[in-house]
């Protein structure tokens, strides 16, 4: 074989192993952590609007008889709304640190900043880890990623008002978490 046609056939394996080579496996702790923190922080945003208001849907088109077809639904669970709360979900995941169980040693993020209304109510601290690798900002990145991946779903699920949206949304839909991840959790 001529020497050019080996240097091709090598180029060629290498294009071809090299995807398999680089793919790194996702860190199931923090993707499972992003998309519980991303229900939560849903949850907490819808609980904070206003049940009363609502917002027009439906074509604004007058139909033959001069009637509209539109209908008020609820602001808090409408596609816009929703829509606009997924935009900025991730900003809050600077408000999550890993956190190790001191009993079992398990990893996951949780949220160490209260709320406006949790006066008084702080995590203990010792068992959070601020800095390094393992920082808010690669929370933030897996946030991004599934949002991205799963907006339609995560658009559907919490317009329908199911119970239990973490679970069926990071359970079921993404598969991020397992199951056994919600029967020790207050989701």
């Known amino acids: 074989m001529s020497p050019w046609i080996k240097q091709v056939c090598l180029v060629l394996v290498a294009v071809f192993m090299l995807p398999g080579a680089t793919e790194s496996k996702k860190d199931d702790a923090l993707y499972c952590s992003a998309c519980v923190a991303i229900a939560e922080e849903l949850n907490y945003s819808i609980s904070q609007t206003d049940p009363k208001k609502t917002i027009h849907v439906g074509g604004f088109r007058v139909q033959p008889d001069g009637s509209l077809t539109d209908k008020k639904v609820p602001l808090a669970r409408s596609e816009t709304h929703l ?34 209304n949790d006066a008084g109510n702080f995590p203990d601290f010792k068992n959070f880890k601020f800095d390094g690798p393992e920082s808010s900002s690669s929370l933030k990145f897996a946030c991004e990623s599934i949002v991205e991946e799963l907006e339609d779903d995560i ?33």
């Not at 935009?87 to 993020?109: I, R």
């Open 83 to 116: 829509t606009e709360l997924l935009e900025e979900v991730c900003n809050s995941m600077s408000d999550y640190a890993l956190y190790e169980d001191p009993d079992t040693k398990e990893k996951s993020y949780k949220r160490f900043a209260p709320r406006g």
């Open 155 to 187: 658009l559907s699920l919490f317009a329908s008002e199911t119970d239990h949206v973490a679970k069926m949304l990071c359970s079921e839909v993404s598969g991020h978490c397992k199951s056994s991840v919600f029967q020790h959790s207050e989701l």
